[in-house]
């Protein structure tokens, strides 16, 4: 895909979400999307690999939470994967402090890259187990904001989310449409860990019928020092 017919359909879908970029951050994400593509070849990075599926699914879709951040907020992004939503939403607003967590060094490999590539302030990668994180006083209560995008269920996400943001601060859980189980199972993980619905925003992606929902989570409690537990024990015996 060329840059102009990149830029054309990437600021048709932004307009959908009423958010505007300049030439410059359109830039950016083409060059990201690019660096993408060609290391996903050797890395597993993405299922993704159609380009209008990359601007749709990966960077549309991790714009929706620009939206309920601001400039000032301290942001960990958790199994960032190839890095979404932190990159994106980095681009779209370079005043913001963003760090990237992710288990695989190779996925951090490419962060980095990326990172260097589009000389980007104010961001950096962590290669740690969530669990290990949660428990390390260099992050634990450090951030305004915890989000995730497709990592757990909701019961075992905040169990890695809260006891990274400060009281007072927000989980943003980035879900797909069905999420009344999840709701429903969460309950408990809740209330041990400090956490309360303040919001869900239930939206479909620009031109097509996905469903996608947004949960925010206010923290209003410290969270109880034997949380997390050690890695692995959260998915295998979540808090329900």
């Known amino acids: 895909m060329e840059m102009d017919v990149f830029s054309e359909d990437f600021k048709e879908m932004l307009n959908k979400i009423n958010l505007v970029l300049n030439d410059k951050q359109i830039n950016d994400f083409y060059v990201y999307m690019l660096e993408l593509l060609e290391w996903n ?14 601007i749709q699914k990966h960077f549309i879709d991790s714009l929706t939470i620009l939206k309920y951040i601001n400039d000032d907020d301290k942001i960990i992004d958790v199994g960032t994967g190839a890095g979404f939503p932190g990159i994106p939403l980095k681009i779209s607003n370079n005043k913001l402090d963003i760090t990237l967590l992710d288990s695989l060094n190779k996925r951090i490999l490419f962060l980095d890259n990326v990172i260097k590539k589009l000389s980007l302030n104010n961001i950096k990668t962590i290669h740690s187990r969530v669990e290990d994180a949660g428990i390390n006083s260099l992050y634990r209560e450090k951030f305004d904001i915890a989000t995730s995008r497709a990592v757990a269920q909701l019961n075992i996400l905040l169990e890695y989310l809260l006891p990274l ?3 007072g601060g927000k989980c943003i859980c980035m879900k797909g449409g069905n999420i009344e189980e ?20 239930s939206f479909d992606l620009p031109n097509s019928n996905i469903k996608r929902n947004v949960i925010i989570i206010e923290k209003i409690k410290a969270t109880p020092k034997i949380y997390p537990r050690k890695a692995g024990t959260p998915s295998k015996k979540p808090l329900i």
């Open 182 to 201: 999840e709701l429903s199972n969460s309950t408990r993980a809740l209330e041990v860990l400090g956490g309360k619905i303040e919001k869900i925003e």
């Open 165 to 167: 943001v400060k009281v």
């Open 41 to 54: 070849k050797n890395v597993n990075l993405t299922a993704i690999t159609e380009e209008n599926e990359v």
